[in-house]
């Protein structure tokens, strides 16, 4: 029986190989590899071992389609080099010279191992994003498909070409498209001109009507971005026609849009090729991460931390926008996602251990009159309030149990402003109001401790209270005027997106922000990325 069983099974493997251009002893060197990976045996064992990729003389119709796929891998921000390494492209020489069943097996199994490593970099990301930064508070997307299927439907051929299951494995967000047109346009010049171009150096500043010879090196450089308009006969002059595409070129850098070329100006002007190559791809590597917070058509509350700013969207459209504060780089503002639920009117601001004892107990131990000055109080843990005189500032050093909050009273001087916008988190992290306007000006907007200040909370609290009666602009005045907290629960609750992009295409075109926080070094390293030295 056990021969019987034998003989068909050799049989079978004889008709087998006679549909492909491989003989039984390959059939068999292919099962003898495989069943050394248990998820390998079991999607080749579903198709009796064939190979799906390589053939006695080389590479199959689906080998071949997967060599294509890999050359546009590259406008994924992707190595082609970690998909069909040189030892395989001598494998498959070897191959093409004699075809032996051992050389096709390994290649073979190669090729498989490297399809699901190239399937799951580009559907989820080539870095895991728990082990990027601390502050990346969102867990990667679920996969949409189970990648082991989708070899093992490509082996049973119930798939089409092996580009079309790589497209399908891409993010579907709009962003990632974009940015990844955008590379292919960067990567494609790069290959049409040498890239070895000097920064453009000076210290200073230049407005229109001054001449001086580096604003030829301007003019050169912009009219290389795309900036057509920048021709004159007078080249080193700094003329009005060329003001113009300076102050775009700021919007779209996002600095002061004010026509000066400053410090922020000529650091921005020497983001190179290369390191704009890089840039869109760590970005296209965040959107791997994500879901696709586009696809919802609830309200969104978005705030991406490089670009200072806060959106409010519904459906497609943003209905409202306004300037933002973020963290400091030592107080990073974290990337996470959570509901907004509350609206909190004339807050109290009880102060974090941090804040408390790196600043205002010290403060304090300077100053008697700290607390009273600053509206503040003391209150115990039932939130009674104590008589600070009593407490012996003096002698409290932070490895002491403060039995206390320190908590300061609504007011236009309260830290938080006169409205905070809650989405309860395990970061502590809120949008508020703040007493500092002055800092909405500045370009780089790093001032807080962590949490999002916006500079028109009672233009987004009108917002987001607009479809209730009792909620007019009077009396939205009138609770950010009290002295007491006063709640509104929310009946629409948007997702709120704290997000760290620093390249994406908007309404403005594309644009490319500062990398504050020093992420995209750190992202570009782990995705084995070179670091531009006039840039990074």
Not at 35 to 58: H, N, T
Not at 62 to 76: I, N, S
Not at 272 to 290: H, I, P
Not at 420 to 449: G, V
Request: hydrophobic share 35%; charged share 30%.
């Amino acid at each position: 029986m056990e021969r019987y069983a034998k003989w068909i099974f050799l049989s079978f493997l004889f008709v087998a190989a006679c549909k492909s251009k491989v003989d039984e002893n390959t059939l068999k060197a292919i099962r003898v590899k495989a069943k050394s990976d248990a998820v390998l045996d079991s999607i080749y064992s579903s198709f009796e071992y064939m190979p799906i990729w390589v053939e006695s003389d080389g590479l199959t119709n689906k080998g071949e389609q997967f060599m294509k796929a890999l050359e546009d891998v590259v406008y994924d921000g992707l190595q082609k080099s970690d998909y069909f390494n040189e030892d395989m492209h001598e494998l498959l020489g070897k191959i093409q010279e004699d075809g032996k069943s051992e050389d096709i097996a390994n290649l073979e199994i190669l090729m498989s191992n490297k399809f699901l490593k190239l399937s799951k970099d580009l559907h989820l990301g080539k870095v895991d994003p728990s082990q990027f930064s601390e502050t990346w508070k969102i867990d990667r997307k679920e996969s949409a498909a189970s990648l082991e299927v989708l070899l093992k439907e490509i082996g049973q051929g119930k798939k089409g070409s092996v580009e079309d299951v790589l497209e399908e494995l891409r993010p579907e967000n709009a962003l990632y498209r974009q940015l990844r047109e955008r590379l292919k346009v960067v990567l494609q010049a790069r290959q049409e001109k040498e890239e070895n171009v000097e920064p453009i150096v000076y210290e200073g500043k230049l407005e229109v009507g001054d001449s001086n010879a580096v604003i030829t090196q301007v003019r050169t450089k912009l009219a290389s971005l795309g900036y057509e308009e920048v021709s004159s006969e007078e080249t080193s002059r700094y003329d009005e026609k060329l003001e113009k595409v300076v102050k775009c070129f700021q919007s779209r850098h996002g600095l002061m849009d004010d026509g000066v070329m400053g410090q922020d100006f000529w650091h921005a002007i020497n983001l190179s090729d290369q390191d704009l190559a890089v840039k869109l791809k760590v970005n296209m590597e965040r959107l791997r991460w994500l879901p696709d917070f586009s696809k919802d058509d609830g309200p969104k509350v978005l705030v991406n931390i490089p670009n200072f700013y806060m959106d409010y969207v519904e459906g497609k459209d943003t209905v409202f926008t306004t300037r933002a504060v973020v963290g400091k780089e030592y107080h990073q503002t974290p990337v996470f996602t959570a509901k907004m639920s509350y609206i909190v009117f004339s807050p109290n601001w009880t102060l974090p251990q941090g804040i408390l004892w790196n600043e205002v107990i010290p403060a304090i131990k300077k100053d008697d009159n700290y607390l009273k000055d600053h509206d503040m109080m003391v209150v115990d843990l039932d939130g009674n309030e104590v008589d600070y005189r009593k407490i012996k500032w003096g002698k409290l050093s932070q490895e002491d149990t403060f039995p206390y909050y320190i908590r300061q009273r609504p007011s236009d001087e309260n830290a938080l402003g006169r409205v905070k916008f809650m989405f309860p988190n395990p970061y502590s992290i809120y949008i508020h109001d703040s007493p500092a306007k002055s800092l909405y000006d500045r370009d780089q907007r790093t001032f807080s401790h962590g949490c999002i200040r916006i500079e028109k909370p009672a233009d987004f609290a009108a917002k987001l209270l607009e479809a209730e009666k009792d909620w007019g602009t009077d009396s939205i005045a009138a609770a950010m005027g009290r002295n007491e907290e006063k709640q509104v629960n929310l009946k629409q609750t948007p997702a709120v997106w704290i997000l760290y992009l620093t390249a994406w295409n908007g309404k403005g075109g594309f644009q490319v922000r500062e990398d504050i926080y020093d992420n995209d070094i750190k992202l570009a390293k782990l995705m084995g990325e070179p670091i531009g030295r006039n840039y990074f």
